[in-house]
Nanobody
Framework: QVRVVESGGGLVQAGGSLRLSCVAS????????MRWYRQAPGKQRDLVAT???????NYAESVKGRFTISRDNAKNTVYLQMNSLKPEDTAVYYC???????????????WGQGTQVTVSS
């Protein structure tokens, strides 16, 4: 089995920073793409940032220049560094990892449980 857990959320004032972490554990053989999403109350879940196994990154326009996605392959971990936070960044943040389990030929998507980020004005 594979488990994906996010951490690092919290309450921060506008202009502040947070770093989110997402760790995969269990029977993880390899991880392909890593993604961060967010969902504000009453809204759909939106893609925020993507990091491929090849190192390519992509960001939503609303976070470009403020958020940075990175990974530590040795730790099966993806990070989201969030700077210059705004009240509109308030949401539950989820990571989605494309993982191949040990003894499997295929990759599947695994979601974490989410971590709340609240930015006060």
């Amino acid at each position: 089995q594979v488990r994906v857990v996010e951490s690092g959320g919290g309450l921060v004032q506008a202009g502040g920073s947070l770093r989110l972490s997402c760790v995969a554990s269990g029977r993880v053989s390899s991880i392909d793409a890593m993604r961060w999403y967010r969902q504000a109350p009453g809204k759909q879940r939106d893609l925020v940032a993507t990091l491929t196994s090849g190192g390519s990154t992509n960001y939503a326009e609303s976070v470009k220049g403020r958020f940075t996605i990175s990974r530590d392959n040795a730790k099966n971990t993806v990070y989201l560094q969030m700077n210059s936070l705004k009240p509109e960044d308030t949401a539950v943040y989820y990571c989605k990892l494309r993982i191949r389990e040990a003894s499997s030929w295929y990759y599947d998507d695994y979601w974490g449980q989410g971590t709340q980020v609240t930015v006060s004005s």
